[in-house]
């Protein structure tokens, strides 16, 4: 089973513009995000996916790999589905560019989903994290998913879901946008036409369960620290100084 990583990155951003090309502790923030991935050991290879020059030409040049995108793309996933077509690869994981401290054992743990699933049953794996907090619960930005008792993904939404219709304590699971895919899965995928619930949400993740695609879902205790805004690129450069990390 060959498995490798791909790290969409598009250099505009409407909240912090150019996030991926800033300066974290001397290292740009998709450079570093490559790095973290690279180091992970897991991946027979690991591309950055990108529409720029810009950070085509920073990923060459620091001796990585990457990937100009030929058609503009409205998702990653649909830049990923374009860039791995011809290449001979069985899963495919996509992780953010603007997470540097993506860790080993949670992507470990995707790719062991597709090892135990002999039957291939599974088309896609994602990961979610146990939310408690009520104002991060009540958050749209944060995406909630609910599963069956298998942890197949039954609905995902921006909104708190399930409803505590009693006063018996729901549990929330908050989606992690790391997904895995099987390769015929994501180019099915972007062959799809976009959906109402998707359009009304605005989360491909429930293109793939209109229609039919099964997503696994992993627990997970780890923390994703993604760089949205200025203040969260300064919180990132304290944790990469206070380590001294190169």
Same mark, same amino acid.
């Given at each position: ?20 090309? +800033? ?64 290449? +001979? ?77 009693? +006063? ?79």
């Amino acid at each position: 089973m060959k498995v490798i990583a791909m790290i969409p990155a598009r250099y505009e951003a409407s909240r912090f513009p150019g996030k991926l090309m +800033k300066d974290l502790a001397g290292k740009s923030v998709i450079l570093r995000t490559y790095q973290a991935v690279k180091n992970s050991k897991l991946f027979e290879e690991v591309y950055v996916v990108t529409d720029s020059d810009i950070i085509f030409n920073e990923i060459v040049s620091n001796n990585g790999k990457a990937i100009k995108s030929k058609k503009v793309h409205e998702s990653g996933s649909d830049r990923i589905a374009e860039a791995v077509e011809n290449l +001979k690869v069985d899963i495919v994981i996509n992780v953010q560019g603007d997470e540097p401290f993506t860790q080993t054992e949670p992507l470990s743990n995707l790719i062991e989903v597709f090892k135990k699933d002999k039957n291939k049953e599974i088309d896609i794996a994602s990961l979610m994290l146990k939310m408690e907090d009520k104002e991060e619960i009540n958050n749209p930005n944060n995406v909630k998913v609910v599963t069956d008792e298998q942890n197949f993904a039954m609905y995902f939404s921006r909104s708190p879901i399930p409803y505590p219709r009693e +006063k018996s304590k729901a549990i929330y699971y908050k989606h992690i946008g790391i997904y895995a895919f099987r390769k015929d899965a994501i180019l099915k995928f972007t062959k799809l036409p976009i959906n109402n619930l998707e359009a009304t949400e605005k989360l491909e993740n429930l293109r793939f369960l209109a229609n039919g695609l099964k997503v696994k879902m992993v627990k997970t205790e780890h923390v994703a620290i993604g760089i949205d805004t200025p203040e969260d690129l300064e919180k990132a450069n304290a944790i990469f100084n206070s380590n001294k990390i190169n």
